[in-house]
Structures are given as C-alpha cells and as structure tokens.
Nanobody
Framework: QVQLVESGGGLVQAGGSLSLSCAAS????????MGWYRQAPGKQRELVAT???????NYADSVKGRFTISRDNAKNAVYLQMNSLKPEDTAVYYC???????????????WGQGTQVTVSS
C-alpha cells in the first residue's frame, strides 16, 4: 500500500512564502513523475507543477517565476517552494506520484490527502 502525505500548508499574507512537502511511503519500486496540483472552491483541480525522475520540470503559467518544484529521490519526496503568493493561489494543494508499486505491475498514480493554502490580501 502506498501513501502520500503532504505538509506545510497554512495561512500567509499576500507577497509571502510557503513551502510544501510530500513524502511517499509504502510498497514502492520506483517513482516516475511527481507533481503538485491545486483545487480552489468551485473550480476544477489544476496542474501547478511536475517534475520527472531526471529533474525535468513543468509549471503552470500562473506560477512560473514564483513557485519552484524539487524532489529528493532518496526520500521519495517532492517539494514546492511558493514565493510572492497571491490571494488567487488560495486552494487545497495535492501532491501526486506516478509510480511502480511492484516492478511487474504497470505504474499507477497516487494522490495525497491535500493541504490547505490560504493567502490573505
């Protein structure tokens, strides 16, 4: 069984910074891409950033230049450094991982439970 656990959300004023962490645990053979998504009230879940196992990154246009995604393969962890936060960044942030639980199984996508980020104006 695989679990992804996020931490680091909270309340911050506009212009401030927050750092999110997510660690995957359980039966994991290898991890492909990891990423962060967010869902604001009344909106669909949207991509924030992804990072491949080789370190290649992809960002939503709305966060480019402000957010930085990174990962620690030894810890099966992914991080999101968020700077210059805006009220429109307010959402529940979810991490996910595309991983092989067993070498003989196809990869599956797993999600964390989400962490709330609130940016006040």
């Amino acid at each position: 069984q695989v679990q992804l656990v996020e931490s680091g959300g909270g309340l911050v004023q506009a212009g401030g910074s927050l750092s999110l962490s997510c660690a995957a645990s359980g039966s994991i053979f290898s991890i492909n891409a990891m990423g962060w998504y967010r869902q604001a009230p009344g909106k669909q879940r949207e991509l924030v950033a992804t990072i491949g196992n080789g370190g290649s990154t992809n960002y939503a246009d709305s966060v480019k230049g402000r957010f930085t995604i990174s990962r620690d393969n030894a810890k099966n962890a992914v991080y999101l450094q968020m700077n210059s936060l805006k009220p429109e960044d307010t959402a529940v942030y979810y991490c996910n991982a595309d991983l092989y639980a067993r070498f003989y199984q196809p990869p599956s996508v797993y999600w964390g439970q989400g962490t709330q980020v609130t940016v006040s104006s």
